[in-house]
């Protein structure tokens, strides 16, 4: 990775335009433009069926958009799939995780990219590396997780969110994007999460967080996009609206 390290001051990470998309009747995105800084938190809020995860899940190359373009970096993209958007610095955490619940910290830390080391010149996946790496990274966090070898099956919703974000984290993300990461969660949990995310909005990484909690929206958030009906109905500074702004926008009237 790396290749974005050249990217200076607060030139936008991603621009979007005009963004659409159909799933055969159902106009599920309709023209929508967003622009997201470094170091800033865009919330997008909406009803259910707005069109937030559709619009993320073309921003994270899941889907295509029948019209419209993205930019990252100031360059022309087209993520043909989400590995795609991964290894430029584009990482995704759904409201399942995509977490293998019977593999250890490690392992899930480095799914899909496991470190190889050869011996005997037979390649054999690196645990040991994968297990340092990972508690490095968690450490950088301020993420605590005692058992890091035991099935990730076995923790708690919270230290599931927390080793998806480390994940995010030690694959170099610039842009995270969260959809509904605290749904499942306990209120101190919730409260881990939203720590993270201010921390990671230290360190430059931009973040599209997609919540249905107004009051996590509101205190993490720099901005926050309304969409209704797969159109963008308003985008307002979090310093500058309130939550009855914003539910009016999402219901429309
Ligand atoms: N893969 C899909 N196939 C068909 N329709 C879809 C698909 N994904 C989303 N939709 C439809 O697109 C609209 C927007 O959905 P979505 O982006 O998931 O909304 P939100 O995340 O805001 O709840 C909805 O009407 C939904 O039913
Ligand atoms: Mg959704």
Redesign the pocket.
């Known amino acids: 990775m790396g290749q974005m390290d050249s990217v200076v001051g607060s030139s936008p990470l991603l621009e979007a335009e005009n963004l659409s998309k159909r799933?055969?009747g159902?106009h599920?995105l309709k023209g929508v433009s967003l622009t997201l800084l470094p170091s800033e938190v865009l919330a997008l809020a909406?009803?259910?069926?707005?069109?937030?995860?559709?619009?993320i899940k073309i921003i994270s190359g899941v889907h295509h958009a029948d019209g419209g373009s993205l930019r990252y970096a100031g360059k022309e993209m087209k993520f043909d799939n989400p590995h795609q958007a991964r290894d430029c610095g584009i990482e995704t955490i759904y409201q399942d995780l995509a977490l293998a619940d019977n593999l250890d910290v490690g392992a899930n830390v480095f799914l899909g990219r496991e470190p190889v080391r050869r011996i005997f010149g037979l390649p054999m996946v690196d645990r040991r590396l994968m297990r340092e790496e990972a508690e490095k990274t968690l450490r950088a966090l301020d993420i605590h997780i005692h058992r890091l070898s035991s099935p990730i099956g076995s923790l708690s919703g919270g230290q599931r969110q927390s080793v998806a974000i480390g994940r995010a984290i030690h694959w170099k993300a610039r842009v995270l994007i969260m959809d509904e990461p605290t749904a499942a969660l306990g209120v101190p949990e919730q409260r881990k999460v939203m720590e993270l995310i201010a921390n990671l909005k230290g360190s430059g990484v931009g973040i599209i967080f997609?919540s249905h909690n107004l009051i996590d929206i509101f205190q993490v958030s720099d901005r926050i996009m309304v969409?209704r009906r797969?159109s963008k109905v308003g985008e307002v500074r979090t310093s500058e609206t309130n939550p009855d702004e914003i539910v009016r926008l999402m219901v429309g009237g």
């Open positions: 799933f055969g159902v599920a909406g009803d259910n069926g707005a069109g937030k995860s559709t619009l997609i969409l797969g």
